[in-house]
């Protein structure tokens, strides 16, 4: 398996434009999360699907994110309009059910945005 | 109450040494604790998990420690080398629930 893919890799978009990131997740495994990662706030949830369905979106700073999953391997997260400060690491992770401590998310490389 | 709290945000260690990082939790429904390993540039990588029904688990030089009653775990690298060299999150998370990360703690081994 080619593990959690995510497009792009690195994303530089200017200050208002709309930014959509990729996750193709591993294949079989039904639940899917996005994270942001920052120096300031470290990783941070920001909302994840059970089955294609959203479960949890309270750690979606605001109105201007928003995530779909309209099927069971895509997924994305956008940001419109985005603002400087939306500039961190974005991580999609996927992963079985958490039963057991060995059970893990496996996260994607993630995607560098820097909105100037 | 779904804090995790990490220590220290940075740590220097000489190659052959022991690196230590600890985490303390508030929320006792927590009952998985895994560590994740990320390199740079790289998505966080799953390293050792411990349930809290023992006080310790040992993967090669990786050991983690766990104080249930203090509500504190720590993770112990035995033999430190310079590839050993990353950031570090302690984690918790309650069955198949969302998993809480800590700050991360960045490693350096030095020759």
């Known amino acids: 398996d080619a593990g959690v893919i995510q497009s792009p890799r690195h994303e530089v978009t200017e200050m208002g434009q709309e930014v959509t990131l990729r996750c193709k997740p591993i294949?079989?495994?039904?639940?899917l999360f996005w994270y942001r990662q920052t120096m300031m706030r470290g990783l941070e949830l920001l909302i994840y699907?059970?089955?294609?369905?959203?479960?949890?979106d309270s750690g979606m700073p605001e109105d201007r994110f928003s995530a779909k999953m309209p099927n069971a391997s895509f997924s994305t997260l956008k940001i419109q309009p985005s603002e400087p400060r939306d500039s961190a690491v974005y991580f999609c992770?996927?992963?079985?059910?958490?039963?057991?401590?060995?059970?893990?998310?496996?996260f994607g490389p993630g995607t560098r945005l820097t909105v100037l | 109450q779904q804090q995790v709290k990490q220590s220290p945000q940075s740590l220097i260690v000489q190659k052959g040494g022991i690196s230590i990082i600890n985490c303390a939790y508030e929320?006792?429904?927590?009952?998985?604790f895994p560590w994740y390993q990320q390199f740079p540039g790289k998505g966080p990588a799953l390293l050792i998990a411990?349930?809290?029904?023992?006080s310790e688990k040992k993967e090669g030089r990786f050991t983690i420690s766990f104080n249930k009653s203090a509500k504190q775990f720590s993770l112990h690298i035995m033999d430190s080398q310079p590839g050993d060299s990353a950031t570090y999150f302690c984690?918790?998370?309650?069955?198949?629930?969302?998993?809480?990360f800590g700050t991360g703690t960045k490693l350096q081994v030095i020759p």
């Open positions: 992770a996927s992963s079985f059910l958490l039963a057991e401590p060995t059970d893990t998310q496996y």
């Open positions: 294949s079989g495994h039904d639940y």
């Open positions: 699907f059970n089955n294609n369905v959203p479960i949890d």
């Open positions: 929320n006792t429904a927590f009952d998985y």
């Open positions: 411990i349930r809290p029904d023992v």
């Open positions: 984690a918790a998370h309650r069955g198949y629930q969302k998993v809480t």
